[in-house]
């Protein structure tokens, strides 16, 4: 009966995870199958297959969008601020969690702060700063600020998780005469690869669909990224899907 019973629970989870992923596969299997259409067909036929299938929509929206660009400014925000966020933000943590000095608690608590802090909130700051500093218009003029945003969230993340490694470790190897930064290279960063892994999905999901920062930071459309360029299909009275 118990066996029974596990069977059951078990076919029941499976199902539901099934459907749960059919529920998000789908969408993305529709989206790709309307990107052979033409507008009108899109619009007299969204949920069958395409009658003729054209590459016309890909190399217009190429070109249109200025995806060329785009894409790779994309992938330099994306990739920069990730790597910077996660081996920063693991830095500050060991710093915090392992290190002893009078001024810790008042800097981590500056960092537990920013996580509070909404996008709207830093909006009008971060575009008076950046015009200040001539970055305006610029790669690092938007980079800095994905950084600055990403990495309240990985100290927190970093500090709690570098708080149970056990401090012999780190000990042992300060006796064995490694630096701080030989602990923290060779020891500490390679055990933060969980979190490490968890900071690098949130921002680059982050970063890749941000629109509305970098829409406030630039106006030149050789530093924007893809989200940007989408927007040149959606118009006051239509939108070219």
Known sequence: MKTFGLIIGKTVLYLTLILFGLMTIYPLLWLFMNSFKTTIEFQTNAMGLPNIATLANYVGAWQIGNFDKLFLNSLFYTIGSTVAIVVLAMMAAFAFAKLQNRFKTVLYGSFIVG?????????????????????????????????????????????????????????????????????????????TKPVAITLSILNVAGVWNEFMLINILTTDITVKSLPVGIMKFSGTLASDY
């Open 115 to 191: 996580i509070l802090l909404t996008l709207q909130s830093i909006m009008i700051p971060l575009f008076i700063m950046m015009n200040t500093l001539n970055l305006y218009n610029t790669h690092l003029g938007v980079l800095i600020p994905y950084i600055g945003i990403g990495l309240p969230m990985g100290v927190y993340l970093g500090t709690e998780f570098i708080k149970g490694v056990p401090d012999s470790l780190v000990e042992s190897a300060r006796l064995e005469g490694a630096t701080f930064l030989e602990v923290f290279w060779k020891i500490i960063f390679p055990m």
